[in-house]
């Protein structure tokens, strides 16, 4: 079956400092998305790349689609505190018409102030 | 708008005994998704319902988990009888529709199984 891996699973970094999280299918993806999920809290979406080798930007926050569709990044520059929880991407299979998404295990970030 | 409520927010129980969670997904979203998050892991599905049909319940253990979405609204998942593994979250989800992304995920059920 499909398999969606994200690494690293940790990262501690000093506020002000980078962060970049990867994502990997084993399949090919019709779209990426990316959910934050707070420590105690439930997952919540932040966006959704559909075209391959599209880039998007959040504020601080920027989102890669591979150009084969099966990676994806994140990357947050000059982390605050505020960003501190797991970062999880998912995707659904090329073609499902089910939408059924298929989510990594997540790269927990913690922040030092 | 309201988001997705779920309740129970917390349950312990002991195994092999029974436990339901219960879902109210945002109006107007057809798709229900159940999600199982085991700790240190990402959500797992467990059943998608498109209005009131099962579409995918493929990783569903049938032997030990029901659901179901009368009037293709709320929802209810079961789990009888209940396991040590089956110690994790419980996250209701609910989108327009089966391809439309971004879901909105509930609060989530933590079920501790003792």
């Known amino acids: 079956g499909q398999q969606v891996m994200q690494i690293p699973q940790y990262q501690h970094v000093q506020e002000g400092e980078d962060f970049t999280t990867y994502c990997n299918s084993s399949?090919?993806?019709?779209?990426i998305q990316w959910y934050k999920q707070r420590p105690g809290g439930h997952p919540v979406f932040l966006i959704q790349?559909?075209?391959?080798?599209e880039v998007k930007k959040q504020k601080r926050l920027t989102f890669q689609f591979g150009e084969a569709k099966k990676n994806s990044s994140l990357h947050i520059t000059a982390t605050q505190t505020t960003d501190v929880g797991t970062y999880f991407c998912?995707?659904?299979?090329?073609?499902?018409?089910?939408?059924?998404?298929?989510f990594g295990r997540g790269t927990q970030l913690t922040v030092w102030p | 708008e309201a988001g997705v409520a779920q309740s129970p927010r917390y349950k312990i129980i002991e195994k092999r005994q029974s436990v339901a969670f219960w879902c109210n997904p945002i109006?107007?979203?057809?798709?229900l998704y159940w999600y199982q998050q085991i700790l240190g892991q990402g959500p797992k599905l467990l059943i998608q319902?498109?209005?009131?049909?099962?579409?995918?319940d493929s990783q569903l253990p049938k032997d030990r988990f029901s659901a179901e979405r009368l009037k293709g609204v709320d929802s209810t998942l079961k789990i009888q009888p209940a396991k040590l593994e089956d110690s994790a979250v419980y996250l209701c989800?609910?989108?327009?529709?089966?391809?439309?992304?971004?879901?909105?995920f509930g609060s989530g059920t933590r079920l501790t199984v003792v």
């Open positions: 790349l559909v075209k391959s080798g």
């Open positions: 319902f498109q209005n009131n049909g099962v579409v995918d």
């Open positions: 109006s107007g979203h057809a798709t």
């Open positions: 998912a995707g659904p299979n090329r073609g499902s018409t089910l939408g059924r998404l298929y």
């Open positions: 399949t090919t993806l019709s779209n």
């Open positions: 989800a609910s989108s327009p529709g089966p391809l439309d992304y971004g879901y909105t």
